[in-house]
């Protein structure tokens, strides 16, 4: 059911600052900022040889990550991003596993122009799980 790992989604508290971070110290393939204001964050993302990262910055009042950095100022990884194939029968499958969906249950289009969803992190050993459909 789920596919390649398609990015490692890390929060932080100055967007500007990690992308010159993996720009200058790593040396990677740093992307523009991108505004999300359906998903409530500003994404930059990192292009690597076999994956990508996600910078995420809190976008909005009521940014779902903002929780996640008041408990986390300095920032963390925040959630992965699985590929699948057909992401209404994933989300079925998860389901019918018992694995909670997050938000209305149906796919919002994400940062790639695809449909994504979400799985509860305390479902998954505490990981919060995105799928993309490819
Ligand atoms: C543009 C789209 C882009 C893309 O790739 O295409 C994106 O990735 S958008 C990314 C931002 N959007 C989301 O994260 C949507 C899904 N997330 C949520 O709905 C919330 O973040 C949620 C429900 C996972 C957590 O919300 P919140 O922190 O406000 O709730 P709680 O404080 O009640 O947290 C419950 C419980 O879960 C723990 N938690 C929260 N976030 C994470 C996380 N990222 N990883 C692991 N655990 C997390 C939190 O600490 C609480 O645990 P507890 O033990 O009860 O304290
Ligand atoms: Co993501």
Redesign the pocket.
Known sequence: MIGRLN?V?I?VPDLEAASAQYRTTLGADVGPPQD?P????T?VFITLPNTKI?L?YPLGEDS?????LD?NPSGGI??M?FEVEDILAARDRMQAEGARV??SGDPKI???GKP?L?L???DFN???I?L?QI
């Open positions: 990015h989604a929060a999300e359906d998903h409530g964050v994404v996600e995420l779902p990550i903002r929780g996640f408990k925040h959630h991003c997050l938000g994400g940062a790639h994504v979400f509860h992190p305390k505490g990981c919060l995105e993309e």
